[in-house]
């Protein structure tokens, strides 16, 4: 099985490495079109800021190759984030794979979340044999709202959607290679899709 991790400059792209070799598979980084159209599963990692992220995909020509991807893909954090409709951080046009726009938490909660909260609600076989209120690792300041594409929530002020799929297309705004025996868990699922 050949796995591929979007390499375009915005990741701890290390770490979803060794989670991966950890379950037995080697990943390659790449930010080659045609190496990442040959994969048979795709990783599109995010750390830092939306704007500057969804720049270095477009000078690469990533923004049209990752929405005409027909493998599954799992995009993480601010990978998930970028596949939706757009983002409040710098106002970034996303890669409108969600139909969903993400919006910065308010004042009423300590920004950014850091740390373990509890995933609920789930749907998908990514989350096959998982329980709910799991808890898993997120390091965020934005979210994307409860909506019709939504697979888990976690509830952080309000309630939000965790996890995102459309057709071949997976997101969680958690860090499964950050997550423990669950996180490894939804990776695992991922791989075997």
Same mark, same amino acid.
């Given at each position: 099985?050949?796995?591929?991790?979007?390499?375009?400059?915005?990741?701890?792209?290390?770490?979803? @490495?060794?989670?991966?070799?950890?379950?037995?598979?080697?990943?390659?980084?790449?930010?080659?079109?045609?190496?990442?159209?040959?994969?048979?599963?795709?990783?599109?990692? $995010?750390?830092?800021?939306?704007?500057?992220?969804?720049?270095?995909? @477009?000078?690469?020509?990533?923004?049209?190759?990752?929405?005409?991807?027909?493998?599954?893909?799992? $995009?993480?954090?601010?990978?998930?984030?970028?596949?939706?409709?757009?983002?409040?951080?710098?106002?970034?046009?996303?890669?409108?794979?969600?139909?969903?726009?993400?919006?910065?938490?308010?004042?009423?909660?300590?920004?950014?979340?850091?740390?373990?909260?509890?995933?609920?609600?789930?749907?998908?076989?990514?989350?096959?044999?998982?329980?709910?209120?799991?808890?898993?690792?997120?390091?965020?300041?934005?979210?994307?709202?409860?909506?019709?594409?939504?697979?888990?929530?976690?509830?952080?002020?309000?309630?939000?959607?965790?996890?995102?799929?459309?057709?071949?297309?997976? $997101?969680?705004?958690?860090?499964?290679?950050?997550?423990? @025996?669950?996180?490894?868990?939804?990776?695992?699922?991922?791989?075997?899709?």
């Amino acid at each position: 099985m050949k796995i591929v991790i979007i390499n375009y400059g915005a990741g701890n792209i290390q770490s979803i @490495k060794f989670a991966v070799q950890r379950l037995g598979h080697e990943a390659v980084l790449s930010n080659d079109i045609e190496e990442i159209k040959a994969a048979d599963k795709v990783i599109f990692p $995010g750390v830092g800021e939306a704007s500057s992220a969804m720049k270095m995909l @477009k000078e690469s020509g990533l923004d049209t190759l990752i929405p005409s991807l027909k493998q599954p893909v799992l $995009g993480i954090c601010l990978g998930m984030q970028l596949m939706c409709h757009s983002s409040a951080e710098g106002n970034t046009t996303g890669l409108s794979i969600f139909d969903v726009d993400v919006l910065r938490f308010d004042n009423e909660v300590k920004v950014p979340q850091i740390g373990w909260n509890q995933i609920a609600d789930l749907k998908s076989a990514l989350f096959s044999g998982v329980n709910e209120n799991e808890f898993v690792y997120l390091v965020h300041s934005f979210y994307a709202p409860l909506c019709k594409e939504a697979i888990a929530t976690t509830t952080y002020g309000l309630k939000y959607a965790t996890a995102l799929q459309k057709d071949n297309f997976y $997101g969680t705004q958690f860090h499964p290679e950050k997550s423990s @025996k669950t996180g490894t868990h939804i990776l695992k699922n991922f791989l075997e899709l």
